[in-house]
């Protein structure tokens, strides 16, 4: 079944980075687009950033472009996420997810999502 395990979190001080990556299994990788998700504490998920499937089409959230890059390898079968510059309204559970047609993809939707990896920007 289709599984996505993401990885890559952990607390960083304000101004720093982190590279997020996602394993997907049980599906065809490199004919989904996929995205990046997150939740702060307290608050509703917030779509991120996606990518279609040959990786050269990203689009990002107004909140994390300039600072935030996806990408995909699909020969492994990863998204990856590089965070930049992070500030701590970035803090939360993040998700990687599937996207399943061009329609979701420039709407910013997804559906099924792995376990999520916690981000902390803090002093």
């Known amino acids: 079944q289709e599984q996505l395990v993401e990885s890559g979190g952990g607390l960083v001080q304000p101004g720093g980075s982190l590279r997020l990556s996602c394993a997907a299994s049980g599906f065809s990788f490199s004919t989904h687009y996929m995205s990046w998700v997150r939740q702060a504490p307290g608050k509703g998920p917030e779509w991120v950033a996606n990518?279609?499937?040959?990786?050269?089409?990203?689009r990002y959230a107004d909140s994390v472009r300039g600072r935030f890059t996806i990408s995909r390898d699909n020969a492994k079968n990863t998204l990856y996420l590089q965070m930049n510059n992070l500030k701590p309204e970035d803090t939360g559970l993040y998700y990687c997810?599937?996207?399943?047609?061009?329609?979701?993809?420039?709407?910013?939707?997804?559906?099924?999502w792995g376990q999520g990896t916690q981000v902390t920007v803090s002093t």
């Open positions: 997810a599937l996207t399943r047609s061009y329609k979701d993809y420039v709407e910013n939707k997804y559906d099924f």
């Open positions: 990518i279609n499937t040959v990786g050269n089409m990203p």
